[in-house]
């Protein structure tokens, strides 16, 4: 009796199942989702190479240097970073004394206690310090930035669809709109026009405005805005993988082992069966 039952239930919840099936694919068929303009006017990001791509990737910490400049001197007025600390600019290349400085002229005034009175008091940054958060909070966020909340760039590059790549294009992609683009459909006050963003129109000013923009050291490449673009988007991948090369070396010292082991077993199973056939 028991497996009729459970017979019947099976029965019933395939019919259910296949009558959901049919019935999808009829309504798909007789009336298709229609494309919105959205759809129509917005471009995949473009094919862009980082040093830390494939299997062999590895960071250009020249580039990663450049890209904190970027970050600092552009995007920091608007997003955080508040998953790194500023120890961690060490991993791309900084010395001690230079990460110091950094946070010192970060800010100068971290709130604290004061260890001889007790009371409170504030200090500069010092290398254990996270990259502070540019806002208060959520509320002033948006208050500052037309009711848009800029979003943190900790892990910006694993977050967003395309990666480094959406990054890259998004930055570089700021343009007319283009006469076909329906009028309800083109940036209001305030808003920017970029394909490259889900709903086409984005309330972030273009930050990259002009070659030059950020002062390279000597023995770097031309900062121009294409360049400026490909560095603050590798930096960003480092931020949200900054044990991204150490994985990839592990990854390929467990490939040669599991090669070599499996070459042994192969081995032995030849030595052990070799007078059983």
Not at 38 to 57: I, K
Not at 67 to 78: I, L, N, P, S, T
Request: aromatic share 10%.
């Amino acid at each position: 009796m028991v497996r009729l039952i459970a017979f019947l239930v099976g029965i019933g919840l395939v019919g259910v199942l296949a009558f959901s099936l049919i019935t999808g694919a009829v309504n798909f068929i007789a009336d298709p989702p229609q494309a919105t303009v959205e759809h129509e006017f917005h471009e995949e990001p473009r094919d862009v190479a980082f040093a830390s791509d494939g299997p062999f990737g590895h960071f250009d910490r020249q580039q990663l240097q450049r890209g904190f400049h970027v970050y600092r001197d552009v995007c920091a007025a608007c997003h955080s970073l508040g998953l790194v600390t500023f120890r961690d600019l060490e991993q791309i290349g900084f010395s001690e004394a230079e990460i110091d400085a950094i946070a010192a002229q970060w800010i100068r005034e971290v709130p604290s206690v004061n260890p001889e009175t007790g009371e409170a008091d504030t200090r500069p940054a010092i290398a254990a310090d996270r990259i502070p958060a540019v806002y208060a909070n959520e509320v002033a966020a948006r208050a500052a930035n037309n009711n848009a909340l800029p979003p943190d760039l900790s892990l910006i590059t694993k977050a967003r669809e395309g990666g480094a790549a959406y990054v890259y294009s998004l930055l570089t992609g700021y343009q007319n709109p283009p006469a076909e683009l329906p009028a309800e459909n083109r940036p209001g006050p305030g808003l920017y026009y970029n394909p490259y963003f889900a709903n086409l129109n984005l309330a972030m000013t273009p930050p990259l405005t002009a070659d030059g923009q950020v002062a390279y050291a000597a023995g770097n490449p031309p900062a121009t805005r294409d360049q400026m673009a490909r560095d603050v988007s590798a930096f960003l991948i480092w931020a949200a993988e900054p044990k991204l090369e150490e994985r990839h070396a592990l990854g390929w010292a467990v490939i040669i082992f599991l090669i070599f082991a499996t070459a042994l077993a192969w081995l032995a199973y030849q030595n052990i069966w070799r007078d059983r056939h």
